[in-house]
């Protein structure tokens, strides 16, 4: 049984360029959140994706936005990057839409702005 | 909005010490997990707390929910080299925060 698969695992980017990062849920999970985790601090919920749609998001701007397909894979991606959009960025999957159950993070895609 | 605040940022122990670590929100919590993040690797879920005054163990592991659904605890007993990592607690009311976790180290 797979879990939470992302990709890549490493990418470095420059300013203003556009990133797109990948996240497979853990099997019989429907609801992919993702977190932006900056060195020494505790992620930070970006948003959540349930049947296809944005249900909840964190104090993010407009620039990260996300997708997520009818496999319930999920995407995330950020425009315009900025030197503080260097961090990883963590997916984490669950059953049903909402805070309340037990995540399941992916190992990550770290994310370096030059 | 809702503040997740966790103290002690770092704490370092000789191994067989014990260790606690104190997660407080500024508002009343549906609920509170538990995460612990190895040296690069990602959040793994230790527990949930859903009732007041909640207390629950997991072998050396102590976890502890407050009477209000404000506050909670983690606590280890006679830590060993294998507790060594971040915690996380999560505060979860109409969303989830993170709080900015308790980094652990244990010298053998």
């Known amino acids: 049984d797979a879990g939470v698969t992302q990709s890549p695992t490493h990418l470095i980017k420059t300013r203003g360029q556009q990133v797109t990062l990948r996240c497979s849920p853990k099997?019989?999970?429907?609801?992919v959140s993702w977190y932006q985790q900056a060195l020494g601090q505790g992620p930070q919920f970006i948003f959540q994706?349930?049947?296809?749609?944005?249900?909840q998001r964190g104090n993010f701007p407009d620039r990260f936005s996300g997708h997520q397909f009818p496999n319930y894979s999920s995407e995330l991606n950020v425009n315009a990057l900025l030197l503080g959009d260097s961090a990883l960025y963590l997916c984490?999957?669950?059953?049903?839409?909402?805070?309340?159950?037990?995540?399941?993070f992916g190992e990550g895609s770290r994310l370096t702005v030059l | 909005g809702q503040q997740v605040m966790q103290i002690p940022q770092y704490q370092h122990v000789q191994e067989g010490e014990d260790f606690t670590t104190y997660c407080n929100s500024s508002?009343?919590?549906?609920?509170i997990q538990w995460y612990k993040q190895r040296p690069g690797g990602h959040p793994v879920f230790l527990i949930q707390?859903?009732?007041?005054?909640e207390v629950k163990k997991q072998k050396r592991l102590t976890f502890q929910f407050g009477e209000a659904k404000k506050n909670s605890s983690l606590h280890i007993t006679a830590t060993q080299t294998t507790d060594v990592g971040t915690y996380f607690c999560?505060?979860?009311?109409?969303?989830?925060?993170f709080g900015a976790g308790t980094r652990l180290t244990v010298k053998p």
């Open positions: 508002t009343t919590l549906s609920n």
């Open positions: 999560a505060g979860v009311n109409n969303d989830m925060r």
């Open positions: 994706y349930y049947e296809e749609e944005e249900r």
């Open positions: 984490a999957s669950s059953f049903l839409a909402g805070p309340t159950g037990e995540l399941f």
């Open positions: 707390l859903v009732k007041s005054g």
């Open positions: 099997s019989g999970h429907d609801t």
